[in-house]
């Protein structure tokens, strides 16, 4: 049996928030395009905005201030989601890039919303994440992300601390990205994660594995700086 929580903490039963979609007016407590929404440890819900603004309701639904990300945020910047933080500020995606504008980066906001430097997740390599599926802090402060292919926790410097079950596999055929046959029926195959190309010959035997140089790409997985392949 399913057990409705107590209508106290629940929002009421009508619509708190609304995107406008066509014929946006700015006002300060108009939510047009959400793209993501986060709670604080006061209760208060926070709403991230496509037009890069962030606004505060209280648990009524009350608007309370909104953050205008459009004057405080470096040029170009494009935000996708963010977590509130413990000490009051939050962590951006779309803030901070890395070297080279590859991998994701996460900018800081305090609480008067400037933006500060942030941190880009990285694995102890040194490469990148070139995506993030998940961002979000826990009780004791640590922040947990995911690449989509496993859920890491990230020290201060946003450095991978430690893995969530089994680490994905950085090395062997995996997980197969692309997948060619050759005029002579030899058959490659590229790893998604390990941008590693597999070499079989025409029986189906392993005969070489071409491995990338440690600067060939600077984000994991690798995006698409290794294929689409091509044989001739």
């Given amino acids: 049996m399913i057990r409705r929580p107590p209508r106290s903490t629940l929002f009421p039963y009508t619509t708190l928030f609304r995107s406008q979609g066509e014929g946006y007016t700015e006002a300060a407590d108009e939510?047009?395009?959400?793209?993501?929404?986060?709670?604080?440890?006061?209760?208060?819900?926070?709403?991230?905005?496509?037009?890069?603004?962030?606004?505060?309701?209280?648990?009524?639904?009350?608007?309370?201030r909104r953050i205008d990300f459009r004057k405080s945020a470096p040029s170009g910047s494009y935000l996708t989601q963010f977590a509130p933080l413990k000490n009051g500020s939050m962590l951006v995606e779309g803030l901070e890039a890395p070297a080279g504008d590859l991998g994701v980066g996460l900018g800081s906001v305090n609480r008067a919303g400037t933006v500060a430097k942030g941190i880009v997740p990285s694995f102890s390599d040194g490469k990148h994440f070139g995506r993030l599926v998940g961002l979000h802090q826990d009780p004791s402060g640590r922040l947990w992300v995911s690449n989509g292919e496993g859920v890491f926790a990230l020290n201060s410097k946003g450095m991978v601390q430690s893995t969530l079950g089994t680490a994905p596999s950085v090395s062997g055929l995996t997980s197969v990205q692309e997948l060619v046959v050759g005029p002579t029926g030899a058959i490659f195959a590229i790893d998604h994660l390990s941008a590693e190309v597999h070499y079989f010959d025409a029986d189906g035997k392993s005969a070489h594995i071409a491995k990338p140089l440690k600067n060939d790409y600077t984000e994991r997985p690798p995006g698409m700086l290794a294929w689409p392949l091509s044989v001739t």
Avoid: M
């Fill in 31 to 64: 939510v047009a395009d959400p793209v993501d929404i986060a709670t604080d440890s006061r209760h208060r819900v926070i709403v991230l905005n496509q037009f890069e603004t962030i606004q505060y309701f209280d648990s009524g639904g009350k608007f309370l």
